[in-house]
């Protein structure tokens, strides 16, 4: 049976040009950036080379790209080290709808005695700027604010944050993990002061991310070592998946009209006819305010993790909620956080589609195969029994 991936907000297959220059770098390249001989002077100008590609694609400066081990350390080191430059002290606001990197940060900050809010979101899963003027408070040192949900893909107002933040002479994060390389990114138009990417969500290698940090923000280093990554980011740099990561991000960008375009029409078409064929379902999170390529959605009745076995017979790799919530019972927090109440939060399924991973025949493939699986699940579950009975008897 064909194995259709449409699980690319976890992660991506590697691009063949960024396999290619990461297997060259591993291969050719074995200098160390630090040292001084031809060796390293080789390995250096990768490094460099790399800096620019990423910086190219978000309009920064190179200078202004720290490499790090992954989206999870840039967004701990934007946080953690926020919080040390205001002398361990103060307040922060985020969401509650952040991915687990920043959410459980935060948690670790409110135990070294930092305050933070969590900013509820409305029930298309975007904040309300007025809800975030009216939580700054005198010692808020930092706005930690996702770009898009991992989940239901929905699209903060970034530069409108970012405005307020700079009002108010407050540091603003934002972790770009699900946008970066989905639509653009302009570091500069937004005002964003720090920003996280991961290589692996753009067709990169895994392990490795970067942290834009805006001239003129003074962040303290977060591994302390040698003198890499300007003395910010310690540790012998990651160099062959750091030039995949460089390559990835320059092709991410390439005909990006045309993909999103592309996935617009395969997403249109799922959701069409999902919402048409599926009684009991919704659609999570803002209908255009999302990134190109996310469909989340909630089926009543149905238990996630048993339609996730179900469509993986039909060959189709999905997921519930995101990579790091699924093997855990617990219903999505992002989708909770929406107002969804338990159980119809219990039964939702994320497909996220890439323009080259997959096409229309995989969609029509899905959109065929969902109804008979979810019909199947209903006629097991007791819940919906009780349903039924209930419009019977006119409950
Ligand atoms: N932030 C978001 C929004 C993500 O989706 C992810 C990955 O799922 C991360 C951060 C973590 O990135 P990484 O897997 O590179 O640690």
């Not at 990651?238 to 592309?262: D, P, T, Y």
Request: proline share 4%.
């Amino acid at each position: 049976m064909r194995k259709i991936y449409m699980d690319n907000s976890a992660t991506t297959r590697v691009s063949a040009r960024a396999y290619e220059r990461t297997a060259e770098v591993l291969r050719d390249s074995y200098g160390n950036p630090s040292s001084i001989y031809g060796e390293a002077r080789d390995a250096k100008i990768i490094l460099e080379e790399a800096r620019s590609q990423v910086a190219s694609v978000l309009n920064s400066r190179p200078e202004e790209i720290y490499f790090t081990g992954s989206g999870t350390e840039a967004d701990n080191w934007a946080i953690r080290s926020a919080f040390e430059k205001n002398g361990r002290k103060g307040h922060l606001i985020t969401t509650a709808i952040e991915h687990h990197a920043v959410l459980h940060t935060c948690e670790y900050l409110e135990k070294q005695g930092c305050d933070v809010t969590y900013l509820p979101v409305e029930e298309d899963g975007i904040i309300s700027l007025d809800k975030l003027q009216d939580s700054i408070r005198p010692d808020t040192f930092l706005i930690t604010i996702m770009y898009a949900n991992n989940e239901v893909g929905t699209i903060q107002p970034v530069a409108e944050i970012a405005a307020v933040a700079r009002e108010h002479k407050i540091l603003f994060h934002t972790d770009a993990v699900q946008a970066f390389g989905k639509i653009p990114i302009d570091v500069k138009e937004l005002g964003v002061d720090m920003l996280s990417v991961s290589a692996h969500k753009i067709h990169g290698p895994k392990g490795v991310g970067c942290l834009y940090v805006r001239k003129g923000v003074n962040l303290p280093p977060f591994l302390l070592g040698g003198a890499q990554e300007r003395k910010k980011r310690a540790g012998t740099e990651n160099l062959a998946s750091i030039a995949g990561f460089g390559v990835a991000a320059v092709e991410s960008m390439e005909n990006r009209q045309e993909k999103n375009r592309k996935l617009k029409e395969m997403t249109d078409y799922l959701v069409e006819r999902v919402l048409r064929e599926i009684p009991y379902t919704r659609l999570n999170g803002d209908q255009e305010k999302r990134i190109p390529g996310n469909v989340n959605f909630s089926f009543q009745f149905v238990e996630g993790e048993s339609l996730l076995l179900l469509l993986e017979n039909q060959g189709v790799m999905a997921s519930s909620g995101s990579a790091c919530t699924s093997g855990s019972l617990d219903p999505s927090h992002v989708l909770l956080a929406m107002g969804l109440p338990h159980e119809i939060a219990h039964g939702s399924l994320r497909i996220s589609l890439d323009s080259e991973e997959n096409n229309m025949e995989d969609v029509r493939h899905l959109a065929d195969v969902l109804p008979g699986i979810i019909s199947r699940l209903r006629d097991m579950s007791p819940l919906y029994e009780d349903h039924l009975k209930g419009c019977q008897t006119g409950e």
